[in-house]
């Protein structure tokens, strides 16, 4: 394992200022709320801005959205870490923002994508209402497409990122879709899944079976009516939506590659699973990839202490700083 990474509140060099800003800059992050609302300021402006530039792609009669930043003094052709969000978000969310202004400091340029979900210049957070008809799977094809758009532009590196669901997607992408230009693969708190607590958790969260629901869908697949939809379901977060039967079989339908810990060995470059100790979204993912690192050196695990699994306030600069001893500076 060439790379291993535990990181605490304030045991944390080279960057000894952490502990500065985790003990004194905490205690003043409340008055600069204070003052921001003074100013009347959106609470989304206490983010910083990352400043970079927004692009799109046609891609299947879709225009698909995409933010570039790059950092000071650097080109394309220096590299480029191609982001990909997670379940129904999109690349203004929090966490992707972030991880973008810390990697620019750090000199990484990157590319933040929102995944169309079938949707022509999506933007913001997936509107429930909206009927459904992605697919898990749409995600490779855009990544993809990004990543002819990168080589393009002019990029001779790029390392594929992935948070949550979207570090599935990534992992999935890596395994089945290789690109010489790949250089490296991270993923933020990566999607877990079996089929047994899907269907735990589905039942407990619509309280109707998801055999059910599922074998309804494949039986409209098998027929040729996989576009049509079903009414009021459950689908990922959604209650009662519309749904096509072949989105919801491809959701739901048992694989065992939207388990990415499965994926791990399988991916040919490095491979830097990023995890917090407090995510209480995907559990049980430090247990699941420890004995893949140990036994296998292309795969690294980074353990952030206390972060959960948006790495709100400091933690995404300590993900940044396990990104960038894994890429090498």
């Not at 004194?24 to 008055?31: E, H, Q, Y």
């Not at 609470?43 to 799109?56: F, K, N």
């Not at 990543?147 to 570090?167: D, E, F, I, P, T």
């Not at 027929?223 to 939506?241: H, P, Q, T, W």
């Amino acid at each position: 394992m060439p790379f291993a990474h535990a990181a605490s509140a304030c045991h944390r060099p080279p960057r000894a200022r952490r502990c500065l800003r985790l003990s004194a800059a905490r205690g003043l992050i409340l008055a600069l709320f204070a003052l921001a609302a003074l100013a009347i300021a959106s609470p989304r402006a206490l983010l910083a801005d990352t400043g970079g530039q927004a692009v799109t792609l046609a891609h299947k009669g879709l225009t698909l959205n995409a933010k570039l930043v790059q950092a000071e003094g650097k080109t394309l052709a220096d590299g480029v870490i191609l982001i990909t969000h997670g379940t129904l978000a999109h690349n203004g969310m929090e966490v992707i923002r972030a991880m973008q202004t810390a990697l620019a400091e750090r000199g990484w340029n990157s590319l933040a994508i929102s995944l169309s979900l079938g949707l022509d210049k999506r933007t913001g957070m997936y509107d429930c209402a909206t009927p459904h008809t992605h697919r898990h799977t749409d995600a490779l094809d855009e990544i993809g497409a990004w990543l002819g758009w990168l080589k393009a532009k002019g990029a001779k590196r790029v390392v594929l990122m992935g948070h949550s669901r979207g570090g599935n997607q990534t992992a999935w992408f890596a395994v089945e879709r290789p690109d010489p230009v790949v250089s490296q693969v991270v993923l933020l708190a990566p999607m877990r899944w079996s089929a047994d607590e899907a269907a735990k958790s589905y039942a407990k969260r619509y309280g109707t079976p998801l055999a059910e629901v599922l074998a309804r869908a494949r039986k409209m697949v098998a027929a040729g009516k996989g576009d049509a939809f079903l009414e009021k379901v459950g689908f990922i977060y959604c209650k009662d939506a519309k749904v096509t039967a072949a989105a919801f079989v491809n959701y739901y339908a048992p694989d065992a590659r939207r388990d990415t810990p499965s994926l791990l060995t399988r991916i040919k470059v490095p491979v830097l699973v990023i995890v917090g100790t407090e995510d209480q979204v995907v559990t049980g993912l430090v247990d699941a990839v420890k004995p893949i690192a140990a036994a296998n050196e292309h795969v690294s695990l980074a353990v952030i202490e206390d972060a959960d699994h948006f790495f709100r306030d400091f933690f995404a600069e300590d993900a940044a700083d396990a990104i960038e001893a894994f890429l090498g500076g």
